[in-house]
């Protein structure tokens, strides 16, 4: 990210309500910590015209649902700015393995080749990460480094600029989120996280797909094609 804040890549739907966050003190301690981390040589995943990918590809104005995750893949080609998504060709991380399990449990869609789910980003499925950026082989190495802060501002703008989202939270980091959402304006889905660890104590058989379509027809509103 650049200090200039004229310099940062980001759908106008959000960048005109976020630019009082981008002049913020903690955000400068951002980016100064993402600097020294490109200056000790750290690999730093997604890469910067990727961090803010979730907003370019679904403006505030187009979100439908947020599927919240905690923060990027750390393995080489992974992340690219899309919580839980990995660009085509890549291996599918065994998180999104599950996710395709429960998908084709839920609504009978095959498990797809890859693992791009831009197709639901561009349906307006928000797929944000709470922290926005990770380094190389070090999981949540990015935390409590101000992302924090950005995506519940982001949380509270959808929140408040939209009515009848469907937020899916997955596992406890994510529903700690849950405090920044209107229940009697939007719909929560709550249940543990999609990885291996946790996956078998209620994620398979939470039929999240199908609840939210449902919602989002009974609120008068195009359903998901979660079919990749």
Known sequence: MSTSTDRIRLDPSWKN?????FEQPYMADLRSFLMSEKERGAVVYPKGDEIFNAFNTTPLDKVKVVILGQDPYHGPNQAHGLSFSVRKGVPLPPSL?????????????????????SKWAEQGVLL???????????????????WERFTDKVIDLVNTQRSGVAFILWGSYAQAKGKLIDRKKHFVITSPHP???????G???SRPFSAVNRYLEQNGQSAIDWTL
């Open 17 to 21: 309500p976020l630019m009082s966050e």
């Open 97 to 117: 393995q599950n996710i395709y399990k429960e998908l084709e449990a839920d609504l009978g869609i095959k498990v797809a080749s890859h693992g791009d789910l």
């Open 128 to 146: 944000l990460n709470s922290v926005l950026t990770v380094r190389q082989a070090e999981a949540a190495s990015h935390q409590n480094k101000g």
């Open 195 to 201: 990885s291996p660890l946790s996956a078998h104590r």
């Open 203 to 205: 994620f398979f058989g």
